[in-house]
């Protein structure tokens, strides 16, 4: 069975770090693309930070740059979002994402992925 397992969300003050984990079963993330988007209510998903299946090209958004790094440890099959100087604005509930036709320039695209975690709450207030 597929699943995507997401942890490491919580609260935070302002200007603090989070590291988010998201480990994958009943597949192998290899050649997978991979993707961080959060969500706030009344608000579409966005996409935060994503790797492409097709070149390996790293994408973030540009409110996130310099301060959030997307990385995976394909030995442990699991993927990351280490967050750096938190800003109430990041407030939301982050999803990792995967799938294998995640193509560059696309890759903040829902739709580009198979599979989702459940998402876990990330809040920065003091």
């Known amino acids: 069975q597929v699943q995507l397992v997401e942890s490491g969300g919580g609260l935070v003050q302002p200007g603090g770090s989070l590291r988010l984990s998201c480990a994958a079963s009943g597949f192998t993330l290899d050649y997978y693309g991979i993707g961080w988007f959060r969500q706030v209510p009344g608000k579409e998903r966005e996409g935060v930070s994503c790797i492409s299946s097709s070149d390996g090209s790293t994408y973030y958004a540009d409110s996130v740059k310099g301060r959030f790094t997307i990385s995976r440890d394909n030995a442990k099959n699991t993927f990351y979002l280490q967050m750096n100087s938190l800003k109430p604005e990041d407030t939301a509930v982050y999803y990792c994402?995967?799938?294998?036709?995640?193509?560059?320039?696309?890759?903040?695209?829902?739709?580009?992925?198979?599979?989702w975690g459940q998402g876990t709450q990330v809040t920065v207030a003091s």
């Open positions: 994402a995967t799938g294998d036709r995640v193509y560059s320039g696309y890759c903040f695209r829902p739709r580009a992925y198979d599979f």
